[in-house]
């Protein structure tokens, strides 16, 4: 059944089921069907222009992302400087391209990070289930009952600032979503006739997980490497737009909406295009995310 | 009797996390940079008498579990102690500025309802057609929107462009009205999201056709089934979505500079204030799991299926 449900992560195992879904879909025209991959490819060139902006911003920045003009201050934009300068003159176009680097590479780091162990501990333990499933079920549990990001700001915080923290505490706080929906779909996957024979095969428990489950629940990793990217792109980028994590002064997006916000009615870009440059880079994660997941969905229907 | 067993249950459960809870809340002051005197003694001149009096006050030679008791067995009376920047009891600081994220949250939690529920029963009911893909990408779009991004589109299309609003501060309601909106739109995208899926899946039940097919209309269908039977899974979100109120108090407060409980938090982190911190850690865990623990004891008196012994 090919159903094209946005649905909260997670949430779609409950949806219904296939008969009703294949009626739907015979009694209308498939419109969704056509318009999902345009967004999707939408959403790949979005992330593709941030990372390259991320990877050269540096070098073709106009103007020295530091550089300071205290005579002419905060000015709308202009020929020479296209998005306008901040309180302090500095070129807002070049700032953000400096600090497209910033902005990706730690949610990258941090995604990868929270996809590798997420994976790993819910592979273990939806594979081999007993006291570790228990024991993670347990502290998962008990993470999803604390607000994440209040954790990672006083943690961040009282610690002193500091990427390492940040890049660790962001780390743990998205493993827990990772584990569950491995988890979940290792034990599916478990019941399945190639799993029973490779264990008949006498092929040890840790080459089955991580040589023939793991292949199986690619859609799956890759889903939640996008959602944990986006949580750590927003997280971070919140934390900056505090004040905690980054010395005042840094090219950051986060830090330029905080410290640019006071000139919104002079040079409102100066605050408002890293906004919206966080935005359309979680968006598109996100929806890119989700359209993985969706068509996990529908392979799932199929294969049941 | 398996309603007293299971809410006996998540009681259990929710007195366990408090505890832990307030452990982590205890071990930010051992974490704090400089460690626990520093904490305590802020800008005060750290001369040898002092230090000793510090550590004599808070029991600082006493192993970590009389210590702790101590401190939590203040708290739980409401004394967290003073301030270290401010030199005012903890207690009173809260108090001045609960009001503000209070409101702050109730606007927001209306916003969320008036917007999220709508929005997901005319998705899920027009499932597939131009509304509903619609509506589905916009709460997409929310839902990757940060608080403080949405906080200061709105700022400035509203209170600069339009000047419909203040800017900053606080006063009468008005000034709540842009930020309540700001906290409010993620939270109503996740609640559209539920309220689609839900509505979906009655939708697809045969009493649904079957009372299309006995000819009522399209509200009273909506009215008497639809809006009832999608209301169990959206009551399952409302913790998260309380959680997300918390948070997202953080970001809104400090960006529209509202003297809240969220801007409260961010300058005592900065300032390393840390028994003020501790007050807000262990009130926002006790909000969330309250709330949590609200949720499912409603939840386990609203579904027959879990009253009668059954599911």
Known sequence: MAQNELLPRGATADQSDAFTGSVAAAGRKRTPRARRPALTIAAMIVLGIMLIAAAVGHWIAPYDPALQNVGLGPTGPSAAHWLGTDDLGRDVLSRLLEGAHTALIAPVLIAVGTTVLGTTLGLLAGYRQGWLDTMLMRLTDLMFALPGLLVLIVVVGVAGGGYAISVITLIILGAPSDIRMVRSVTMSQRELAYVDAARTLGIPARRIMFRHVLPNLAPTVVANLLLSFVFALVALAGLSFLGIGLPAGTPDWGLMIQENRGILDINPWAAIAPALLITITACAATLLGDSIYERLDAGKGFSE | ?311
């Open chain 2, 1 to 311: 009797m398996v309603v007293v067993k299971l809410v006996a249950r998540r009681l259990i459960a929710a007195v366990l996390l408090l505890l832990v809870l307030s452990l982590l809340t205890y071990a930010l002051l051992a974490l704090s940079p400089g460690g626990p005197e520093r904490a305590l003694l802020g800008d005060r001149p750290a001369t040898p008498e002092t230090i000793a009096a510090i550590r004599a006050q808070f029991l600082l030679d006493e192993p970590f579990p009389v210590r702790y008791w101590h401190w939590l067995s203040q708290a739980l009376t409401g004394d967290f102690g003073t301030s270290i920047t401010v030199r005012q009891p903890v207690i009173s600081m809260l108090s001045e500025r609960v009001n503000v994220t209070v409101t702050l949250a109730l606007l927001a939690a209306v916003v969320t309802l008036a917007v999220g529920i709508p929005a997901g029963l005319a998705a899920g009911i027009r499932r597939g057609g131009r509304l509903d893909r619609s509506i589905t990408l916009v709460s997409l779009v929310f839902l990757s929107f940060p608080p403080f991004a949405i906080a200061l589109v709105l700022l400035y299309g509203f209170a600069i462009q339009l000047r419909w609003f203040p800017v900053y501060g606080t006063g009468d309601l008005s000034h709540y009205v842009l930020p309540a909106i700001a906290l409010a739109l993620g939270p109503a995208a996740v609640l559209t999201r539920h309220t689609r899926a839900a509505a979906l899946q009655v939708g697809e039940q045969d009493y649904i056709t079957f009372a299309r097919a006995r000819g009522l209309s399209r509200f009273g269908i909506w009215e008497s089934y639809l809006l009832r039977n999608s209301a169990l899974p959206v009551l399952t979100i409302a913790g998260l979505i309380i959680a997300g109120y918390l948070t997202g108090a953080v970001f809104v407060e400090q960006a529209f500079s509202l003297p809240g409980l969220g801007s409260l938090l961010v300058q005592s982190v900065t300032q390393k204030d840390i028994p003020v911190v501790q007050a807000l850690v262990l009130l926002s865990g006790v909000v969330v799991i309250v709330a949590n623990l609200l949720v499912d004891v409603a939840y386990v008196i609203v579904n027959p299926q879990i009253r009668q012994g059954r599911a």
